[in-house]
């Protein structure tokens, strides 16, 4: 059983940027970050395999936010700039265990973080 810490989230401007973190207590393969805003329903916005030669990103977020990872650390980070109030949801870390097609698919990942809010204001 893997556990995942999320940290980083919080309230910034239109425009701003945040910084949002996840260490993983085991191995893990592919890491990534889902939303859910309120009334919506969960959407993956990013993913990344272990070196982080294969990534994938929403298009609402393509060009402005990054993942990456810290294979030492067990740790993913998504980098998030030019954050608009859509954006304005809770993120979520999500890891699996095994190689897999690490794209952004729910049913993909069986580790998940608690969640932590991230809210953009205009």
């Known amino acids: 059983q893997v556990q995942l810490v999320e940290s980083g989230g919080g309230s910034v401007q239109a425009g701003g940027s945040l910084r949002l973190s996840c260490a993983a207590s085991?191995?893990?393969?592919?890491m990534g970050w889902f939303r859910q805003a309120p009334g919506k329903e969960r959407e993956g916005v990013a993913t990344?395999?272990?070196?982080?030669?294969?990534?994938s990103y929403a298009d609402a977020v393509k060009g402005r936010f990054t993942i990456s990872r810290d294979n030492a650390k067990n740790t993913v980070y998504l980098q998030m700039n030019s954050l608009k109030p859509e954006d304005t949801a809770v993120y979520y870390c999500?890891?699996?265990?095994?190689?897999?097609?690490?794209?952004?698919?729910?049913?993909?990942?069986?580790?998940w973080g608690q969640g932590t809010q991230v809210t953009v204001s205009s």
């Open positions: 085991g191995y893990t393969y592919c």
């Open positions: 990344s395999n272990p070196g982080g030669g294969f990534t």
């Open positions: 999500a890891a699996d265990s095994s190689v897999s097609r690490c794209v952004r698919s729910e049913a993909d990942f069986p580790y």
